[in-house]
């Protein structure tokens, strides 16, 4: 083959090569905008999103990843809220939908639908060990003085999450996130906290001797947790659930969720 031939015909294979790249790029960027955008919200609590080693990790990230995996009709992003800001959210039209909630906090207020039942957690009352009478305080809890966190929602107080209603009823002290709970029950500033079972499973995998220092107690409460979502959503309830009810067939839920709890349970 002659050089100038051969250096004609390398060079237009390298172009129908440039040009079959270019077109598959167009074709999945085209393919990628009919996706429907769907705006997924979740706030630091438990195993249900929480920061590793500065990387997003959960049950409601694992959800938006394994929801986008099965279907290409739908674009499932993460956005991140907070526990008093959620509902501002929602219904201002800033997410779609909100993972993962229970349904009897508060959301009745509002205009949205809650789906199936995905998960259940429980909250736990905790104290330190040494101190005397516990059996007495897990009895009595409102009698004593409760580590909790700003905007959750307990069963001792009605599922009220309103601060002054809770100070003014109960001798609770109101902290940030389940960490400063924790940190400051075992400083002595309060006498129980009330900590989900999946966060004190994740404590005591990073700390084990942290185990030699509580005692669990009852549940303050156990609850289902569902997504709330918007009634703009550009997705329809039935059809959430389908998809839902798929990775629930496929046990993949369960499974990532009894790993995130080890053997902390209510």
Known sequence: MPKTFARRYRCFVTILATLAVSVCFLGAGAQAEERTRIKVASYEFGVVFFYDENARA?????????????????????????????????????????????????????????????????????????????????ANVTDHSLLAVLGFHYAFGDFNSDPQYLNENFDVLLRYNEKEVLNDLLAGQGDLGVISAGFLAREFERNPDLRDQLILGPADSTYDLVSIISDDAPISLSEFNEFVAKLKKDAQIERYWRQLHGDVSG
Not at 94 to 110: N, Q
Not at 116 to 131: C, F, M, N, T, W
């Open 58 to 138: 959960g049950m409601a990230p694992y959800l938006v990843s394994v929801l986008n995996e099965m279907q290409d009709k739908y674009v499932f992003e993460f956005h991140e809220t907070s526990s008093r800001r959620r509902y501002l959210d929602l219904t201002s039209g800033e997410v779609d939908i909100v993972l993962l909630e229970s349904p009897t906090w508060e959301w009745p207020d509002y205009n949205v639908k809650f789906s199936d039942p995905i998960v259940s957690e429980s909250d736990l009352y905790v104290a330190r060990k040494g101190q005397s009478n516990v059996a007495s305080m897990f």
